[in-house]
């Protein structure tokens, strides 16, 4: 079973930044596309950003040019860099993963906590 664990959240003032790590039990070659979703207080989880095998890259709109997400193909490891954090960047990160380039992602982290204060 493959497992994702996530880590690098905290508490952070508004304007700070935090960088997430998100490693995997296996090689991520063998997956598709690799992605950072939030869950923010009393909504729905939204994906942030996800990064195909090939380096493509896609952002939600309110983290563009703020958030830039990377893997570390010999490490196993994805990150989510996040600069200039608002408070309406507060929510619970998780990391996903997924074998096919569309679809639903089929492996979950457990999620890390990312709080930013005014």
């Known amino acids: 079973q493959v497992q994702l664990v996530e880590s690098g959240g905290g508490l952070v003032q508004a304007g700070g930044s935090l960088r997430l790590s998100c490693a995997a039990s296996?090689?991520?070659?063998?997956?598709?596309?690799m992605g950072w979703y939030r869950r923010p207080p009393g909504k729905q989880r939204e994906l942030v950003a996800a990064?195909?095998?090939?380096?493509?890259?896609n952002y939600f709109d309110s983290v563009k040019g703020r958030f830039t997400i990377s893997r570390d193909n010999a490490k196993n490891t994805v990150y989510l860099q996040m600069n200039s954090l608002k408070p309406e960047d507060t929510g619970v990160y998780y990391c996903?993963?997924?074998?096919?380039?569309?679809?639903?992602?089929?492996?979950w982290g457990q999620g890390t906590q990312v709080i930013v204060s005014s």
């Open positions: 296996e090689t991520i070659f063998g997956f598709n596309t």
């Open positions: 990064i195909s095998v090939a380096g493509s890259t």
């Open positions: 996903g993963a997924r074998r096919m380039s569309y679809g639903q992602y089929d492996y």
